[in-house]
């Protein structure tokens, strides 16, 4: 029996919710439980795994939901999900420990090992594929459903301009961490996958951590599904080769995650000046820092420090948070599409410190001064390229053409705007590209197929400076 409409799932997942796992400990409060249920629910995500921990210590690990709709699998602590660009902090620290040993430079330049880009990437190096201010662009070119070889991949990357001059910038490129996996293979001889079972995998003790693979047996995998009309569907197919580069293409179950987290706790394999190098925010050429490191993202939560990365791949959405500050980590595996994992991820780490509490989970609206400018205004400016006094020079210098145009798509898209509210943040030594955050204010946008949570970072003067990750809520 093909399990197809919503409403089935939502009894499915009534069905399976109480999935096997590890028990929760008495620690944990019973509003998480509650909050990931509901959440399941409202989202309509077919299933789900999380993990929570604090420090060593694992506090929840378990399943919601079901992993598979026509077989009706539940989804537990043991599901193996597929997690997107989470994959990325994996390559960076194969990367980084190749470094440590001395078999290559994060300043060498990349075509020394890619040397069909010679003509197009003479100053790019590796630390700019690391941190995505590179100025290679998303390789479009691509027909996912073919077989390429690495040098053909390589080639096809190439074949595109860069959109600025290494350094100058930070925009996400996947094709650049695609990159980093074909130098791991001819730095090392072995494939990316390969170099990170033997180096990272196995001493963290992942044991079910792998490359995406449809052609093993793979005990406990995920299906991913997306939404078409309120219609679930099976993910769409792939190429081989497609499906198992160094940008987007591993697997884990959440015990995978955890183990990985408690490694990091320690230094384990990664030194902790690795750790500290991957977790420092990008230089920029003009001397102001960009709040993404080596496959991390570097931002905040309620003024509160946040190293995070999220993914989606073929139906999964996936997403690890630490918060350093309260020796706090949090991880969703979710296989639907449209599922929003940081938003769950989020909400959870508020429930176990209430100063984290998302400003959209929030009963009143934060009390803090409002903006000069409707933040829908000032992202308005910013996706048009209009100049503005209220925006830094810095900060308008960090939306080549594709960020604009992701940005102008959202607010198209967007039918109303609810300001969540302001909080003053000097003090707390949060900077974004070269200047001093003193407030942080979080606007709601709502659109017919959800909602987006946009943060706002202001320097002195109410003169916007940074605009950390959009996500759906």
């Known amino acids: 029996m093909i399990i197809s409409t919503v409403a089935t799932t939502s009894l499915l997942i009534l069905l399976f919710s109480a999935s096997s796992g590890a028990a929760q400990t008495p620690s944990l409060p019973g509003a998480v439980d509650r909050f990931i249920r509901a959440e399941l629910s409202r989202q309509q995500i077919p299933g789900m795994s999380v993990a929570v921990l604090r420090g060593d210590s694992v506090l929840l690990a378990r399943g919601y939901g079901l992993a598979n709709l026509e077989h009706r699998v539940p989804a537990t602590d043991s599901t193996v999900h597929a997690v997107g660009s989470v994959s990325k902090q994996f390559a960076a620290a194969a990367i980084v420990m190749l470094a440590g040993q001395g078999r290559l430079s994060l300043d060498d330049p990349i075509v020394r090992y890619l040397p069909e880009g010679s003509g197009v990437w003479p100053r790019v190096t590796i630390r700019h594929l690391l941190t995505h201010t590179s100025g290679i662009p998303q390789d479009t ?60 995998f196995r001493p963290f003790g992942m044991r079910t951590a792998r490359v995406n693979s449809d052609v093993y047996i793979v005990p406990n995998r995920a299906a991913g599904y997306y939404l078409v009309n309120d219609t679930l569907r099976n993910q769409d197919w792939v190429s081989p080769s497609i499906n198992s580069t160094a940008d987007c293409c591993l697997s884990f179950t959440v015990r995978d995650l955890a183990q990985w987290a408690i490694g990091l706790n320690h230094g384990k394999v990664l030194s902790r000046a690795g750790l500290e190098m991957s977790w420092t925010p990008v230089r920029l050429n003009d001397g102001g820092t960009y709040p993404y490191g080596f496959g991390w993202n570097l931002t905040q939560q309620r003024g509160y420090r946040r190293i995070g990365h999220s993914g989606a791949w073929l139906g999964v959405q996936a997403t690890i948070q630490r918060y350093p500050d309260f020796d706090l980590t949090v991880i969703v595996l979710a296989n639907l599409a449209q599922a929003k994992p940081e938003s769950i991820a989020l909400g959870i780490a508020g429930l176990l410190e209430p100063v984290l509490i998302p400003p959209h989970l929030l ?100 003169r916007a400076a940074g605009l950390d990750n959009v996500f759906g809520i």
């Open 141 to 200: 070119a691509l027909d996912w459903r073919r077989d390429y070889t690495e040098s053909e991949l390589v080639r096809s990357a190439a074949a595109q301009p860069l959109e600025f001059t290494p350094g100058d910038r930070q925009s996400y490129s996947s094709t650049g961490y695609a990159l980093i996996g074909i130098i791991i293979h001819r730095v090392t001889g072995k494939f990316y996958g390969d170099f990170l079972r033997d180096h990272l």
């Open 363 to 462: 009963s009143t609206r934060l009390p803090g001064a409002t903006p000069p400018t409707p933040i829908e205004k000032l992202l308005g400016d910013i996706a048009s390229g209009r100049d503005s006094a209220e925006v830094t020079p810095e900060f308008r210098a960090s939306f080549p053409g594709p960020r604009r145009e992701l940005i102008a798509g959202m607010l198209k898209a967007i039918q109303t705007w609810t300001l969540l509210g302001c909080e003053s943040v000097r003090g707390r030594g949060i900077s974004r590209l070269r200047s001093r955050i003193e407030h942080i204010c979080y606007a709601k946008g709502t659109a017919g197929e959800g909602s987006l949570l946009f943060t706002v970072l202001y320097g002195s003067g109410w």
